[in-house]
């Protein structure tokens, strides 16, 4: 079955530590996101990366970072300057940038 | 800009009653127009869309019209079910190019028994 794979479910994070979120999918799609998710903010755009190799910044990109070396995959840095890093983390693709998004189910980060 | 606004919840019923969950947009040109769900712990799902005015998205017993004449496209079910419970969001398709959907902020339904 065609998805998206978000790794993993559950991470934890020291205080000046960077992490990696992963996210793939095969769905051969050019498009992929990276959302923050807070209780009653909905949905905030980190990152976006229309295709390989390019990516824009979102509304909150600030303390994160991306790559997009390969079609399937954009892992989502959280570095240590992102002062406030517990929330829900989601991911998302879709074949071009204003089509509908199929979403990963999300990798909750907390702070030890 | 483009900007999607949804009714605030938590919106509470109990089951079998009957469901609207208000959804108004400001666009410019004719964007696609979608509503996610999404369920706890998830990740979200697209429940249904309309890619022009008039348009009827369906499924699951849930239905949205695409209304242009009132910028909305207002989400129905007429009898939910506690299974319905979940956060739902209203989402466009932005006109200026190269940009990503655009979402509201969610409305929480809770169905009781």
């Known amino acids: 079955d065609g998805g998206i794979t978000q790794s993993p479910k559950y991470l934890f994070r020291k205080e000046g530590q960077n992490v990696t979120l992963s996210c793939e999918q095969n769905l051969n799609h050019d498009a992929m996101y990276w959302y923050r998710q807070d209780p009653g903010q909905g949905l905030r755009l980190i990152y976006y990366?229309?295709?390989?190799?390019?990516?824009q910044k979102g509304d909150i990109a600030e303390g994160y970072s991306v790559s997009r070396e390969k079609k399937e995959s954009f892992p989502l840095t959280v570095t240590s300057a992102q002062k406030n890093p517990t929330a829900f983390y989601l991911c998302a693709s879709s074949r071009q940038l204003n089509q509908p998004q199929h979403f990963g189910d999300g990798t909750r980060l907390s702070i030890l | 800009g483009d900007s999607v606004t949804q009714m605030e919840g938590p919106v509470t019923l109990s089951e079998e009653a009957f469901l609207t969950i208000n959804c108004t947009y400001t666009a410019t040109g004719y964007p696609s127009l979608f509503w996610y769900v999404q369920y706890p712990g998830e990740g979200l799902q697209l429940l249904l869309k309309?890619?022009?005015?008039?348009d009827k998205g369906s499924n699951k017993g849930f239905e949205a019209t695409y209304r242009k004449e009132t910028t909305s496209f207002h989400l129905e079910k007429g009898s939910v079910q506690v299974s319905d419970s979940a956060v739902y969001f209203c989402a466009l398709s932005g006109s200026q190019a190269g940009t990503a959907l655009i979402f509201g902020k969610g409305t929480t339904l809770s169905v009781s028994s």
């Open positions: 990366s229309q295709i390989v190799n390019d990516f």
């Open positions: 309309a890619t022009k005015a008039d």
